[in-house]
């Protein structure tokens, strides 16, 4: 911007001016300017990919950019919390009838606010793709069995400690064990004592070489979890991903144990550092393991002038509904089963997917630019298929979606 114009110097030329958004239609974005000698303006700015325009009422003489788009510019880049250009740049969206249709577009108190309405999650914007929804890469990709015990037993148990949908991002799943006792008959339990923490409450039972190998994985889940969440270090993405990327090798290795134990549970902890030694018993739930993998497949619905894309789970041959998702995890609430996620990047695309509201829109004319950006990387790791107002469902083939959205 200091190209375009020489910066006053002092701090007077600063002070008491006033901006403040009063509409956006057809792509341009009005501003009301009040200056400090109380005159007013008008500015009116356009974004582009990789341009912004500029207009003022006061004719912007020399056709350069005049005092009053300077002072309005510096203002929403230096003081407005957050504002970008993108907030302005829906390519396909300005006519009146598209904004209309697809765009929630909210102005209060001079801040403007422009987003897809929720029926259409995430808008695809051509030339910016999926960026500001934070869109994950997708990159290349190179008998010792337990029995069950009388009725009001102890036992010794483990307990998948998770955090889910907005509060996933806390803390990765860890395994922890807990003391408790069986119910009457001993299929269940409903008394739960205490969790077994590294540093505090009772110790760790090793009586069973299973138990060994266990405790050994949720030692080390845990000293990688806490240090995150009680340090400086909460906000470094590189430590969270190494945790990440450890907590999942050890759940793989976990799982192979944990499928042979009767009693374990899943339990709701919205935030690592409020698990306490006794566990509340409302966020216990019983939780059988499985070996099975989940699966993505994605559905393109073909529409008469955008196309919406959506993902489903699948075990087996089975599609599983996902209600709740934590991090590396699906619960499988039909069949009563858990199971743990492929890789990071099926995990990381399936959150994505669902904090969105499973759904991806994109204009029928930004379809080769979006096939680029997604399908075709989509197609490349997972089963894409698509359908259109008949409700068939064919796999996924870039030249014949092509010649669909053409009739």
Not at 64 to 93: M, V
Not at 118 to 144: C, M, Q
Not at 308 to 330: C, D, M, N, Q, Y
């Amino acid at each position: 911007m200091y190209k375009h114009f020489q910066p006053p110097k002092g701090r007077k030329a600063y002070m008491g001016n006033q901006e403040e958004f009063i509409s956006f239609e057809n792509g341009i974005a009005t501003i009301k300017l009040k200056m400090n000698d109380n005159a007013i303006y008008h500015l009116y700015l356009h974004a582009e990919i990789d341009e912004l325009h500029v207009a003022c009422t006061c004719g912007m003489p020399g056709e350069k950019l005049c005092f009053h788009a300077f002072i309005t510019l510096y203002y929403l880049t230096w003081f407005s919390e957050r504002f970008s250009c993108q907030r302005l740049y829906w390519p396909g969206f300005y006519s009146y009838e598209a904004a209309q249709r697809f765009l929630n577009i909210e102005i209060l108190r001079g801040k403007i606010c422009v987003e897809a309405k929720p029926e259409y999650g995430a808008l695809y914007r051509s030339g910016i793709s999926l960026e500001p929804y934070g869109f994950p890469a997708l990159t290349e990709h190179s008998s010792n069995k337990f029995t069950i015990k009388a009725g009001g037993t102890a036992v010794y148990a483990y307990a998948l400690c998770y955090a889910p949908d907005a509060f996933r991002n806390r803390h990765y799943p860890v395994l922890i064990p807990f003391y408790g006792k069986t119910n009457k008959t001993g299929l269940n339990v409903d008394t739960f004592s205490s969790f077994v923490l590294l540093d505090r409450g009772p110790k760790q039972n090793n009586d069973h070489l299973y138990y060994q190998q266990l405790n050994a994985y949720s030692k080390t889940m845990y000293e990688l979890m806490r240090p995150l969440t009680y340090k400086s270090d909460a906000g470094d993405k590189q430590l969270w991903r190494q945790a990440e990327e450890a907590i999942l090798s050890l759940w793989q290795k976990a799982l192979l144990l944990l499928v042979d134990c009767p009693y374990n549970h899943s339990y709701l902890l919205y935030h690592f550092r409020y698990l306490r030694e006794k566990p509340a018993k409302r966020f216990m739930r019983p939780c059988r393991y499985s070996l099975e993998r989940p699966s993505l497949r994605f559905l393109l619905t073909i529409h008469r002038d955008y196309l919406k894309l959506s993902v489903e789970v699948t075990v087996g041959s089975r599609v599983v509904p996902v209600a709740h998702k934590p991090h590396l995890f699906i619960f499988d609430e039909e069949a009563g089963y858990c199971h743990l996620m492929s890789s990071m990047e099926d995990d990381e695309l399936l959150n994505w997917m669902l904090d969105h509201g499973n759904r991806i829109t994109a204009l029928t004319e930004n379809f080769e630019e979006f096939d680029n950006d997604v399908l075709g990387k989509l197609a490349a790791r997972h089963p894409v298929f698509f359908s259109d107002r008949n409700k068939s469902r064919l796999a996924y083939d870039r030249n014949v979606v092509k010649a669909k959205i053409s009739q």
